[in-house]
């Protein structure tokens, strides 16, 4: 009985141990994750997030090194902080397309000034707001937080447990990460900017025929206009492709590095 006794003290033991080691990388991604790691949500809220999060999580994670206390060492804890805060940021970059791809629209269609109040902690222009918050919309609907647990349950594999990331390696995940964010972003944000270039042409050319006419007061609210229509009709494929691009990733992370 008492040797029993024992073997599930040892077992509860490690499997603490693990459950916090876990806990220590799923509470940094938590930090910058999409839709579970805003500001605007409140802080208990997120730690209860982050707590959920372990707990389905930990039960996936196969590990060698937690066979006793005297491998306990303090890189450990420091390793899986920056892994976590890595892959969160990962994460993050996919949110950061949907903001760049509405300035640039908002920009491309002087509309980044209109309804200016932002709903979001970020400054965004109104376009940047509806992209962000659609998209987090079409993602939890779509059974974010299903994938996100698969998602942080296979980066064991690439990263595991106590194993600090080559900087080489992080700094080439990280560079690539933002150049296909911003390249992202500018793919969502092309039908504005055809629009604002062809609009350019054609306001050069009637000024240029008629330069008695006040172009810019017949121009501005034909751009608004225009803007408006081309969100109207383009904004189901951006959030569509977003999320295509987001399951990408969610689903091979570390394509980068292999």
């Known amino acids: 009985m008492q040797a029993a006794l024992l073997d599930l003290a040892n077992w509860l033991g490690e499997s603490a141990l693990l459950a916090m080691t876990v806990f220590l990388r799923i509470g940094a991604a938590m930090a910058l994750m999409p839709g579970f790691g805003e500001r605007s949500i409140s802080i208990r809220v997120r730690l209860a997030l982050a707590l959920a999060f372990t707990s389905v999580v930990w039960p996936m994670v196969q590990v060698d090194f937690l066979d006793g206390s005297a491998d306990l060492r303090p890189i450990v804890f420091v390793a899986e902080t920056i892994n976590g805060l890595a892959i969160g940021f990962f994460f993050r970059l996919f949110v950061v397309v949907l903001q760049i791809a509405g300035m640039m629209a908002a920009q491309a269609t002087s509309l980044s000034q209109i309804f200016g109040a932002a709903a979001t902690p970020d400054p965004l222009p109104a376009i940047g707001n509806l992209l962000v918050i659609g998209g987090f919309a079409l993602a939890m609907t779509s059974g974010l937080h299903v994938k996100l647990a698969i998602a942080l349950a296979e980066t064991y594999s690439f990263l595991p447990i106590g194993q600090l990331p080559i900087s080489a390696d992080l700094t080439a995940w990280g ?3 933002i150049s296909h964010a911003f390249s992202s972003a500018f793919v969502l944000a092309a039908p504005f900017i055809v ?3 062809i609009y350019n042409l054609a306001l050069g050319l009637i000024n240029r025929a008629m330069p008695q ?3 810019a007061f017949i121009g501005a609210p034909a751009i608004t206009l225009g803007g ?3 969100l109207l009709v383009s904004l189901p494929t951006m959030l569509i492709l977003w999320l295509r691009g987001f ?11 292999f």
């Open 175 to 177: 560079v690539a990460g």
């Open 195 to 197: 629009l604002s270039v």
């Open 213 to 215: 006419l006040m172009v």
């Open 228 to 230: 408006l229509f081309m």
């Open 247 to 257: 399951d990408e990733g969610l689903a091979n992370p570390f394509a980068v590095l």
